[in-house]
């Protein structure tokens, strides 16, 4: 038997409220992790460029 479909339950000031402190910490936390990994990568951009000591690298390392 199929179910009826069932209104949501009105929204209150504090639940707007949460669920708006929650989208900002999580846009915050996205951008901050974004900057991150921008910084890395470009501390990382010379690194790869310097040619390895000793024998080459034949095989390359799997990045996962």
Request: proline fraction near 9%.
């Amino acid at each position: 038997m199929p179910k009826t479909p069932k209104s949501s339950p009105p929204k209150t000031a504090k639940s707007k409220a949460n669920r708006a402190k929650r989208r900002r910490l999580v846009l915050a936390m996205r951008i901050t992790v974004q900057k991150e990994k921008a910084d890395r990568s470009e501390r990382h951009v010379g690194i790869r460029q310097e040619p390895r000591a000793g024998k080459p690298r034949t095989r390359r390392a799997s990045r996962r």
